[in-house]
């Protein structure tokens, strides 16, 4: 299996990919693929990698900036992370995180955040921390991983991309 950034060869695919990984999902709004295209369209995705396996994207995670109301720099959040349902629980999703996290640290990134299930999220180091928040949603599902140790006190946003509807 190859994981390697996206091509433009490869939107169509990241499009239905992420709209099967979270079709039906209780945590899912239905959106996750709009935002993938919304982040792109307004030059939004930091990194997006996709995992290819026999020429088959079968993967993709979303990296973009994030904004801290202290005004720190240099995070990004995590997210859409998809599978396609029939290879999911093969360590897929894993292993475009652990390379996605890698390339942010190599890059000289601050830290990333998340919005997901603190059970998953947390094997890859991520934590819900009192001093970052993400208003309106559960402490516990929004998770940071600083890469300097250094926790800014803030409130952070997403770019306007993750409300998008598919009506945009």
């Not at 020429?55 to 900036?65: E, K, L, N, Q």
């Not at 601050?110 to 991520?126: I, M, N, Q, T």
């Not at 929004?142 to 770019?159: G, K, N």
């Amino acid at each position: 299996m190859l994981i390697r950034p996206e091509t433009p060869a490869d939107v169509a695919a990241i499009h239905a990919l992420t709209a099967a990984a979270f079709h039906g999902a209780a945590h899912s709004s239905g959106t996750e693929p709009f935002i993938n295209d919304g982040l792109r369209r307004a030059g939004q995705l930091t990194l997006s990698l996709v995992a290819e396996d026999d020429g088959v994207i079968v993967g993709h995670a979303a990296i973009s900036p994030v904004v801290l109301s202290d005004g720190s720099a240099g995070w990004l959040g995590l997210g859409p992370v998809s599978v396609l349902p029939q290879r999911q629980h093969e360590g897929i999703g894993s292993r475009i995180i652990r390379q996605a996290l890698e390339t942010l640290r190599r890059e000289g990134a601050a830290g990333c955040v998340v919005l997901g299930d603190p059970a998953y999220y947390g094997r890859f180091g991520f934590r819900a921390h009192p001093s970052m928040v993400l208003p309106d949603v559960p402490p516990e599902y929004f998770q940071i991983l600083a890469f300097d140790e250094r926790v800014p006190v803030a409130s952070v946003s997403y770019h306007e991309a993750f409300y998008a509807t598919g009506d945009d």
